[in-house]
């Protein structure tokens, strides 16, 4: 049977206007051709001048790092500077054009605005926009250089553009490379931790190898290798949330705190802190600098950390695929798990009625493998601690028969409200504090849902 006539009319209709649509058109009169800005390299623009109501604020790329050329000579914060280009890597199109002329409206007249110049060679700027307002879904209004048409666009917000000149200045303290510091001396309260490692040249265009970290005063002490490095990084790169004049701030002739980082060309860089008027912050001052730098108040307190916060919390470190059973007893409960050692397969084999979760089972080896403290605890006994006899106990074998016993007090809560429990490895001392969180992803595999 063949379609009737209407149908084919039909038919017909709807294939001439698919045609239609498949075919590109023209927007409306003003929205086609919109430009767009030009991509930059990252490492190639090397001059930006941002200009509010007629001052511009001019920064240059000398080597890798930048500077405030006017109206102010100094250092400018390189990783902002970064930031801010990294968001013309890729060509910005204009979305939209909204008007022509009526600048003030949208804050694109020259009393509001704020030019935007990016330059990589020669004398015009390779990226050159005027910014007016933010609109609402992270768009903005802008407009072209010596043009009068209104866009909207993305570029990231005016908030990126609009700043003073001194809130482009560098807050990096020091800038070091952490790999390099071969000392840490934190002074306070008139006690003085200093540790020391030693660095031999790698062979050929190889890295440094680093001895690890020790207590200068005490060769035996056992040293955190995670706390000291993480420390010596933080301070490497510690970057100030304000910028303040040369004279802020009071007691400099005695400061709460210092950090001295040596390196291994013999090079010291030295903070000093005290703190903020208004208590919420700590302010720091680097030797050989003016500008006072605010920072968070945590620092007053971990450059008084004691000797206790810098020893080793490794509680176990062992290879995961060596472990041939685990097992908890508390509570009158004992369940013990053991691996098929032909196909790496986890089963419960007390009680019988149990079955394991593998995903759970592995979590919790690895999270044996790998057990760290929050802390070290100092002057507790195993019976003090709550650990005779323990809450619970974990006992981990392994397929040359040997073992490791985890025991672990019940939950206590600290006047900070922090929950932790204290244990002890193997019998011995010291006895640890383990947050709570932890003590509930050991005991994962044994629990039911």
Avoid at 55 to 61: A, H, I
Wanted: hydrophobic share 40%; proline share 5%; charged share 25%.
């Amino acid at each position: 049977m063949f379609p009737s006539r209407t149908t084919r009319i039909l038919l017909a209709a709807v294939l001439a206007l698919g045609a239609l649509l498949a075919v590109p058109t023209r927007r409306n009169t003003g929205q086609e051709d919109l430009p767009s800005l030009a991509a930059v390299n990252l490492e190639d623009v090397t001059r930006i001048v941002l200009t509010r109501a007629g001052q511009p604020t001019v920064m240059e790329k000398e080597e890798d790092r930048w500077f405030l050329r006017q109206p102010l000579q100094a250092a400018a914060d390189t990783a902002s500077i970064r930031s801010l280009i990294r968001g013309f890597t890729k060509p910005v199109p204009m979305d939209l054009r909204v008007d022509e002329g009526n600048l003030e409206d949208y804050q694109l007249d020259d009393s509001n605005n704020v030019t935007v110049e990016l330059f990589t060679d020669g004398t015009e700027p390779t990226v050159a926009f005027v910014m007016g307002k933010d609109l609402a879904g992270g768009s903005s209004l802008l407009r072209l250089r010596d043009a009068e048409a209104v866009y909207r666009a993305r570029v990231g917000g005016r908030h990126r553009f609009d700043r003073e000149a001194t809130d482009w200045r560098d807050r990096t303290l020091l800038d070091l490379d952490s790999g390099r510091v071969v000392g840490l001396s934190l002074i306070a309260g008139g006690h003085d931790l200093t540790f020391t490692r030693d660095l031999q040249p790698g062979e050929g265009d190889a890295e440094p190898t680093a001895s690890p970290w020790r207590l200068a005063d005490d060769s035996a002490f056992p040293v955190d290798q995670p706390t000291v490095t993480a420390v010596v990084q933080a301070i490497a790169r510690l970057r100030a949330s304000e910028l303040h004049a040369p004279d802020y701030g009071s007691g400099w002739d005695e400061p709460l705190v210092r950090c001295v980082l040596t390196l291994d060309d013999g090079t010291v860089a030295s903070l000093s802190m005290v703190a903020a008027p208004d208590g919420e912050a700590a302010l720091a001052r680097v030797q050989g600098r003016d500008d006072v730098f605010r920072v968070a108040r945590t620092w007053l307190e971990r450059f008084a950390w004691p000797a206790a916060e810098f020893r080793d919390k490794a509680v176990f470190s062992f290879a995961r695929d060596q472990v041939d059973s685990i097992a908890l007893e508390e509570g009158g409960h004992h369940v013990r798990i053991q691996q098929d050692l032909g196909t790496h397969l986890w089963r419960v084999v007390e009680p019988v009625a149990m079955e394991a979760e593998l995903r759970k089972t592995l979590a919790t080896v690895n999270a044996l493998s790998e057990l760290r403290a929050e802390r070290v605890s100092q002057g507790n006994e195993p019976v003090a601690a709550g650990l005779v006899p323990p809450h619970s106990r974990f006992t981990i074998g392994f397929i040359d028969g040997s073992t490791h016993v985890l025991e672990v007090s019940a939950p206590f809560q600290t006047e900070d409200g922090q929950k932790l429990v204290y244990a002890q490895a193997d019998e011995q001392l010291p006895i640890y504090e383990l947050s709570f969180d932890t003590l509930t992803r050991l005991r994962g595999a044994f629990l039911k849902n």
